[in-house]
Nanobody, 115 residues
Framework: QVQLVESGGGLVQPGGSLRLSCTAS????????GGWYRQAPGKQRELVAG???????NYADFVKGRFTISRDNARKTVYLQMNSLKPEDTAVYSC?????????WGQGTQVSVSS
């Protein structure tokens, strides 16, 4: 059984920072793709950032220059460093990984940005 566990969400003020972690356990030998998605109330889920097995990263325009995605293959963990947070970043953030042709999802973690 494969399980993804997210951590690091919470409540921060505008301009603050959070670091999200997504750790995989079970039958995962390598991460071919790791990504962070978010969904706000009334909106569709959207890709925030992704990283390929070769280390190539991609970011949505609304987070460029503020967020950084990274991974630690040995620890089977994907990170999302979020800086200069804005109220519009408030959403449930979920991680997803692809390994050996299968995609797995975490339960999501709430990120709230307000004064």
């Amino acid at each position: 059984q494969v399980q993804l566990v997210e951590s690091g969400g919470g409540l921060v003020q505008p301009g603050g920072s959070l670091r999200l972690s997504c750790t995989a356990s079970g039958s995962i030998f390598s991460i071919n793709f790791g990504g962070w998605y978010r969904q706000a109330p009334g909106k569709q889920r959207e890709l925030v950032a992704g990283i390929t097995g070769s280390g190539v990263t991609n970011y949505a325009d609304f987070v460029k220059g503020r967020f950084t995605i990274s991974r630690d293959n040995a620890r089977k963990t994907v990170y999302l460093q979020m800086n200069s947070l804005k109220p519009e970043d408030t959403a449930v953030y979920s991680c997803s990984v692809v390994s050996r042709g299968y995609q797995y999802w975490g339960q999501g973690t709430q990120v709230s940005v307000s004064s």
